[in-house]
């Protein structure tokens, strides 16, 4: 069922919202619309028609909410005055461009601007910093920015449920409706710049995840890449969005998916597992998600400083006057430095707890030991930004009213907007750095502080510390937060354990000096080799990586609204043809014909797995024609398929994969002389039951000549898991028998050696060709892995045995997806019309099933 969230979103995108203008090009490329679209390669360029540059400037266009800029308005002149902001995430990861590389931003400014200014605004930006301005109006805003992205989008990402309504936003329709408008307005920017698909299109943040949506429809092969810098929460969490399915499906539609943590991505990928069906691999060492024919990578790497700007301002002459003034006013003190934004999700008021109950638990600390928490200003308002602000400063009093004393404040509160230089004097000098968050998406104050720790010339002429001193420094991490994988030799806390933060404080700080000094050089290390520009270097080269196929595929562009998704396929792979492949059959005379039954004749979804009368009146009609030869080839067993399909004498049925064959209804089954031994099976069978016991919903299916783990009912996570410790245990096992242990959709089956769908078709066309009938046409149908057998053997058999022509072959899958064959069938309502249409066409005359069966017996 559709939910009507996903309904409402139907109707507003119904209009011009996945529409946009056309855009002048110099180069070739594929539109996005629904239906076929017309294969252009690299090939193409070079068309009369097209003018096209020898080397075309790698252009890389970064998409954010906010634009890297100050924006200030003189108020004597009334003119604007913009600059780049140098501390801006989006404009140190330019560092890790090739320097010939095109940079353009597209994003917000921070301020508003009056719409008459607007065009000129705009102009003058792209001119001067090569920034794209997204002017939202101000309604828009504040129910895209302030409404669904920080009171409900943010929030959950941060396991913050909405269970009542004074805890939490609950869903809203129309706050859904302006973040999708604001993403088609961002989309609408980037389209005024990018003007080739050889463009890279780098997204950032969970404000614009299904801007992707929008970009792939109007370019199918732009190179297309998203981070989000926020947690990813568990499927549990993110399950309770009602929009759960529009978001998965529009951040599907990048090339790469990058996270802090594989924390962060694990959940990510168990999403798309449990609601979309889909299963990831790993590919010497990359993760990647198979999703219509295109493989979504998936980047784990947390995000890095710019060394050069935070050295810069330790060097900075007022960071040594601060530090100077720090250093006497904290004198014979050690100092502990928090720096954290106001907010709900940094666990200030924990922290504060922590540091109350190490001074209650050690009074000798008392007098010697400061708390310096620096609060910045808070990024979203609501009740529970001043909620946590208002226990903050109560906490801080009590603490400071119990145990200071003139002269004395245990914790000290800076509550403004600090310059960078004086931050970095606090941390220069505080001896411990404490980072308390309940949950964080990375969290770069701790890396920060270990780069001030290691000081510079200029800092340490100011502090009178020698160069050539040895460098030390504590960290105590919450383990909810992205930075805390990567700094192995940190203090890792729960940070709701306030007697366990409390202990962490005092290790910290009482930590001899040598053990200190190595955990500092294992940080500086790793913070020093990967900073932003190695992040942002290593996110364009996997980028580049996940995109290098794009031109090696025929697309298609399908769905509707945010449900919009590539089929990306083989250029030679097509849709097959009624009308073609009933021309093809009326020009031959000897016909072999393979069908798969389960998802091919018989729908999977289907309750009732018997064929309908529809079926078998189609395959009599195709029998009874003695230039047709009609096999059933299924994994089911042969008791099954011999009881549905006794009413078509002259059909032809391979069971449990071709093990059993039987070339129709009146002779007898023979078996697969290959596998006689089944000792297999008392090996096989107490290590499946042992899976299965243990795997709530699995069950094994034991079939004469195989055994098959079903997992499609249990938990998709735990049930995947479990299919690749069953596959591992039996092939260990079953190492010195005659058997193939594969996994499936869903299922690991056993099953001898020697035994495929493959054989079957290359069995029966070899008989054909010894009987004197080779055939001129071979088509087959089928919907799952090990019908590709038959796909690859009827082209091999075919050509390798010798003919005097080559037949006509038709290889055809059930579904739009990627496979060995050359034409695909959308379901199994066209496999039964297609098979109409060949009955229809069919010549009528009676064949003789008693001398077809003899004739084929004989061969056997």
């Known amino acids: 069922m559709v939910s009507r969230s996903y309904m409402s979103l139907l109707e507003f995108a119904s209009g011009d919202m996945l529409n946009f203008p056309q855009t002048p090009r110099t180069l070739p490329r594929v539109m996005t619309v629904p239906g076929i679209i017309s294969d252009v390669d690299r090939g193409a360029s070079s068309n009369e028609d097209f003018d096209v540059p020898s080397k075309i400037r790698e252009k890389i266009i970064i998409v954010a909410n906010f634009l890297p800029l100050h924006a200030q308005k003189d108020p004597e002149s009334g003119r604007w005055c913009f600059s780049f902001d140098e501390d801006a995430l989006l404009l140190q990861l330019k560092d890790g461009f090739s320097s010939d590389s095109d940079v353009v931003y597209v994003g917000s400014l921070k301020v508003d601007i009056d719409a008459r200014e607007q065009e000129e605004i705009s102009q003058r930006l792209l001119e001067e910093f090569n920034c794209v301005p997204t002017f939202l109006p101000p309604d828009l805003q504040k129910k895209f920015y302030h409404g669904f992205c920080k009171q409900y989008l943010w929030t959950l990402f941060h396991y913050m449920l909405p269970l009542c309504p004074d805890h939490g936003n609950r869903f809203d329709q129309m706050l859904w409706h302006a973040y999708v408008s604001a993403n088609k307005i961002f989309a609408d920017k980037v389209m005024e710049v990018i003007n080739t698909e050889d463009h890279y299109v780098w997204v950032h943040d969970y404000h614009l995840m299904v801007l992707p949506t929008f970009l792939r429809k109007r370019f199918n092969r732009v190179k297309l890449g998203f981070f989000l810098h926020s947690p990813f929460p568990s499927s549990e969490i993110y399950r309770t969005l009602p929009v759960r399915d529009e978001i998965l499906k529009a951040l599907l539609n990048a090339d790469l998916i990058g996270f802090h943590t594989f924390d962060y991505a694990r959940h990510f990928l168990s999403c798309c597992s449990r609601m979309l069906g889909l299963e990831y691999k790993s590919k010497r060492g990359h993760i990647g998600l198979e999703y219509f024919g295109r493989t979504i990578y998936i980047k784990i790497l947390p995000v890095g400083i710019h060394m050069g700007r935070l050295e810069s301002a330790l060097n900075h002459p007022s960071s040594s006057i601060k530090a100077k ?12 430095i928090g720096a954290d934004d106001m907010d709900i999700f940094k666990g200030i008021s924990l922290k504060l707890l922590a540091m109350e109950q190490l001074l209650l638990q050690n009074q000798e600390l008392r007098g010697k030991l400061v708390l310096v928490q620096i609060i910045n200003p808070a990024r979203s308002t609501g009740k529970d930004v001043q909620e946590a602000k208002r226990e903050t400063y109560m906490t801080t009093r009590r603490i400071n009213a119990v145990f200071g004393f003139p002269g004395y404040e245990p914790v000290i509160l800076i509550d403004c907007k600090m310059p960078t230089y004086e931050k970095t004097a606090y941390y220069a000098l505080a001896e411990c750095c404490i980072v308390n968050a309940v949950r964080d998406g990375m969290n770069l104050v701790p890396y920060k502080y270990i780069v001030c720790r290691q000081g510079t010339a200029k800092m340490d002429e100011a502090l009178g510390i020698a160069s050539a001193s040895p460098r030390a420094s504590t960290l105590v991490v919450s383990e909810f937060i992205g930075c805390s994988p990567s700094l192995s030799g940190a203090i890792r806390v729960n940070p709701w354990d306030i007697d366990a933060v409390a202990d962490a404080l005092n290790l910290a700080i009482t930590m001899p000096d040598l053990e200190k000094q190595l955990r500092h050089e294992k940080h500086f290390r790793y913070i020093s080799s990967h900073d932003v520009a190695y992040w942002s270097c290593s996110f364009l080269q996997d980028l580049e990586r996940a995109c290098k196929d794009h031109y090696s595929k025929r697309s298609w562009g399908i769905g509707f609204g945010l449900s919009f998704r590539i089929l990306s396929l083989s250029p030679s792979f097509r849709k097959l043809s009624v009308d073609h492949i009933v021309s093809a059959y009326k020009r031959t005379k000897r016909r072999a014909i393979f069908l798969d039954y389960d998802g091919t004749v018989v729908s999977q ?9 529809e079926v078998i009146s189609v395959l009599n009609n195709l029998c009874n024609n003695p230039e047709n030869t009609v096999f059933i080839v299924s994994g089911r067993g042969k008791n099954s398929l011999g009881e549905w399909f006794d009413q078509c004498e002259n ?31 008392r090996i096989a069978e107490p290590v499946m039951t042992s899976y299965t016991e243990t795997t709530d919903g699995s069950y094994i299916e034991s079939k004469e000549s195989a055994l098959v783990w079903h997992h499609q009912d249990a938990d998709p996570d735990f049930g995947s898991c479990q299919a690749k410790e069953l596959l591992d245990h039996l092939e260990n096992v079953l190492a010195n028998e005659p058997v193939v242990v594969k996994r499936g959709q869903h299922i690991v089956e056993v099953k001898p050696q020697g035994v495929t769908k493959g054989l079957v078709a290359e069995k029966v066309l070899s ?14 149908i089928g919907d799952d892995r ?8 009827i082209s091999t058999t075919s050509y390798s045995l010798c003919l005097p022509a080559a037949p006509e072959i038709f290889a055809c899958t059930v579904g739009q997806k990627p496979s060995k064959a050359r034409y695909y069938l959308d379901d199994t309502v066209d496999v039964v019309i297609l098979l109409q249409g060949l009955a229809t066409a069919s010549n009528t005359k009676p064949r003789c099933s008693s001398e077809t069966q003899v004739s084929f017996q004989n061969s056997a």
């Open 325 to 336: 003034e720090i250093a006497e006013q904290f004198k014979g003190k050690k100092l502990i």
């Open 605 to 613: 979804a289907s309750i009732i797995k018997t064929p309908t009368p």
């Open 651 to 681: 059909l032809g049925i391979a069971a449990e994969h071709g093990y059993f064959i039987r070339w129709s209804r009146t002779s007898k089954w023979e078996t697969n002389p290959i596998a006689t031994d089944f000792d297999w099976k």
């Open 786 to 793: 090990s019908d590709e057998d038959m796909f690859e053997s």
């Open 767 to 780: 008989t054909m060709i010894s009987n004197g009938k080779p055939p001129d046409f071979v088509m087959c």
